[in-house]
Nanobody, 128 residues
Framework: QVQLVESGGGLVQPGESLKLSCAGSGFTLDYYAIGWFRQVPGKEREGVAFISANDLFTYYDKSVKGRFTISRDNAKNMVYLQMTNLTPEHTAVYYC?????????????????????WGQGTQVTVSS
């Protein structure tokens, strides 16, 4: 069974860090591009980070650039999203997704319909 499972979310204070994990089962993650998305109630799911299948390309939304880092551990079949200096605006449910996307040229961002396999999401809440 092909599956993605996110973990690592939680409640943190502004300025703190979290590391989200995305575990793959039933397929090999390093063959796929992985996107991290977030969604808040009443808004569409939006892409925040991306890593290509060959790790040559990454993408970060301007709202997280310099704060978030996406990485892989192929031996563990895992992808991570390291989030630092969090603010309340980063509060959302975060999802990882696998797809076949080469890279994002300037002006393009990850779109949910480009990804086929999704995790269930993990809640990140940033609040004092």
């Amino acid at each position: 069974q092909v599956q993605l499972v996110e973990s690592g979310g939680g409640l943190v204070q502004p300025g703190e860090s979290l590391k989200l994990s995305c575990a793959g089962s039933g397929f090999t993650l390093d063959y796929y591009a992985i996107g991290w998305f977030r969604q808040v109630p009443g808004k569409e799911r939006e892409g925040v980070a991306f890593i290509s299948a060959n790790d040559l390309f990454t993408y970060y939304d301007k709202s997280v650039k310099g704060r978030f880092t996406i990485s892989r551990d192929n031996a563990k079949n895992m992808v991570y999203l390291q989030m630092t200096n969090l603010t309340p605006e980063h509060t959302a449910v975060y999802y990882c997704a696998a797809g076949v996307v080469a890279y994002y040229s300037d002006g393009r961002r990850p779109e949910p319909d480009e990804y086929d396999t999704w995790g269930q999401g993990t809640q990140v809440t940033v609040s004092s």
